[in-house]
């Protein structure tokens, strides 16, 4: 079994930051894509940011040059370093891992999710 945990959400004001942190564990063989995704109320669940196991990037338009994310390889880690929040960003975060388990399966992975609520 694969387990995502995320953490690091909470309740910041517009304009503030934070940093969201997953961690996956398990039996993985290796991971290759890892991601965020959001799920705002009444909303579909959307891509926010993904990186591969290189090191490329991309990003949804509402947060191109406000988020970023970094990733740890040798922690099996994927962070998400949100600045210049707006009430806009509010959601439930997810992380999400293209895995490849020691049983040879590839598998994609969820988290529980993080709440992340933007107000003043």
């Known amino acids: 079994q694969v387990q995502l945990v995320e953490s690091g959400g909470g309740l910041v004001q517009p304009g503030g930051s934070l940093r969201l942190s997953c961690a996956a564990s398990g039996s993985i063989f290796t991971i290759n894509g890892m991601a965020w995704y959001r799920q705002a109320a009444g909303k579909q669940r959307e891509l926010v940011a993904g990186?591969?196991?290189?090191?490329?990037?991309n990003y949804a338009d509402s947060v191109k040059g406000r988020f970023t994310i970094p990733r740890d390889n040798a922690k099996k880690s994927v962070f998400l370093q949100m600045n210049s929040l707006k009430p806009e960003d509010t959601a439930v975060y997810y992380c999400?891992?293209?895995?490849?388990?020691?049983?040879?399966?590839?598998?994609?992975?969820w988290g529980r999710g993080t709440q992340v609520t933007v107000s003043s």
């Open positions: 990186i591969t196991r290189g090191g490329s990037t």
């Open positions: 999400n891992a293209d895995v490849i388990t020691t049983s040879n399966r590839r598998n994609g992975y």
